[in-house]
């Protein structure tokens, strides 16, 4: 990243701890990090299009680059069972997540959805959280452009085409 581009990023870190504070307007800071997300965003994909072009003469930086966004989390949060209890433990966390997900793509109803407690928005701590249906979903991947859709290393296919003879 240039000077600027890390300045940016700068200020949106300073615009985030002025808004928390009541020092800085909503607006304000919503461009802020507007203007910072951008230009990320626009270096990102200029770096991604020079390791592409260049994976034939310098290798090394390509690969270290895809496996550096193969990292994955290495943890979830804490979650709340259909009977409102706080579980920690990774398995029960794996049961109430497969639970949930088994219960969009099946005809059975849940009557419960898994929650992050963790990390709550402001925005959320009055309402319902979102639920999300079986036809919502089933539509979102009959409407999916999988050759134009991200990998889940968050890389584009035409980054990975580079690597072709």
């Known amino acids: 990243m240039n000077k600027e581009l890390l300045g940016k990023v700068k200020q949106k870190k300073e615009a985030f701890r002025g808004w928390k504070q009541g020092q800085v307007a909503w607006e304000e800071y919503r461009e802020t990090v507007r203007a910072a997300r951008d230009q990320v965003r626009k270096a990102k994909a200029q770096t991604e299009l020079n390791l592409a072009r260049d994976v034939k003469d310098n290798k090394k930086s390509f690969y270290s680059y895809v496996s550096d ?12 069972n259909y009977m409102g209890d706080l579980v920690t ?6 049961e109430v997540l497969n639970d949930f997900f088994a219960s969009v793509f099946t005809s059975k109803r849940s009557s419960h959805t898994a929650q992050v407690t963790e990390g709550k928005g402001g925005d959320w701590e009055n309402e319902e959280p979102p639920t999300v249906g ?14 134009k859709s991200m990998g889940p290393d968050e890389m584009h296919l035409q980054v990975l085409k580079g690597t072709g003879g």
């Open 69 to 80: 966004k193969r990292r994955t989390r290495e943890n979830v949060g804490i979650l709340q």
């Open 89 to 94: 433990q990774d398995m029960e966390k794996a």
């Open 134 to 147: 079986e036809e919502q979903v089933r539509e979102y991947l009959r409407n999916l452009k999988v050759h």
